[in-house]
């Protein structure tokens, strides 16, 4: 079955550094993997997805992740954080032959910004 | 032009009332979902329909039932609420989610009381 182990339920960086937020995943067939972010009070809004196209992908608002079957990663980043960065991050995995276009997700990390 | 809308946003009610959710898209996707988001920020899974099909159903309570009339709606009915009901149910919709993810509403709070 798939999961995904999204390692540190909380990061706290300040304004203007690196944002890393890992995610790790188990699958028997390469994966499809989505980052999500939520808002306080809001949904779920999709920021990048790997469909076994290019490891390397690029979201919105300046993340991208990085897709490494070797170490069964998928870890986000931003160069520099910003206030507005501050929110809940969500890792999901799906897989090929998933019925109904279930999509499993991580536990969150909570993104911090300190000024 | 809201994509993914869910009423109401908010719902506080007493233990052993029966309440509903209801969801719509404008989007033309094929599958929607109820997830449940507890306390922890934790989403689960509860129901999947495809064209108006129940293809999902997780390990929910029976008091629980989701109704799609047609494509573009899924609503959730809970019988007898009760307190471990509280959570943000987030309804979803897809085309192809294996490939594009999913569209979510912004959550329905449910407080049970």
């Known amino acids: 079955a798939q999961s995904v182990t999204q390692l540190g339920s909380h990061v706290s960086v300040s304004e203007g550094a690196l944002v890393l937020l890992r995610c790790n995943y188990s699958?028997?067939?390469?994966?499809?993997l989505f980052w999500y972010v939520q808002y306080p009070n809001q949904g779920l809004q999709l920021l990048l997805k790997y469909t076994s196209a290019a490891t390397l992908v690029k979201g919105i608002n300046g993340f991208e992740a990085e897709f490494k079957k070797s170490e069964t990663s998928f870890h986000l980043t931003k160069p520099s954080a910003h206030m507005s960065d501050a929110a809940e991050y969500f890792c999901a995995v799906s897989d090929h032959h998933n019925q109904g276009g279930k999509l499993i997700f991580g536990q969150g990390t909570e993104l911090s910004v300190k000024p | 032009d809201t994509a993914v809308s869910q009423t109401p946003k908010y719902l506080v009610t007493q233990m052993g009332n029966d309440k509903s959710i209801k969801c719509e898209q404008n989007l033309g996707h094929d599958t929607m979902y109820w997830y449940k988001q507890d306390s922890k920020k934790f989403l689960k899974i509860m129901f999947s329909?495809?064209?108006?099909?129940?293809?999902i159903n997780e390990t929910v309570p029976n008091r629980f039932s989701p109704k799609s009339p047609d494509k573009a709606h899924l609503n959730l009915h809970i019988n007898s609420l009760e307190l471990g009901d509280s959570a943000v149910y987030f309804c979803?919709?897809?085309?192809?989610?294996?490939?594009?993810?999913?569209?979510f509403g912004s959550g329905t709070r449910l407080t049970v009381v």
């Open positions: 329909y495809n064209n108006k099909e129940l293809i």
């Open positions: 979803a919709s897809s085309f192809r989610a294996n490939l594009y993810g999913y569209t």
């Open positions: 699958s028997s067939v390469p994966p499809y």
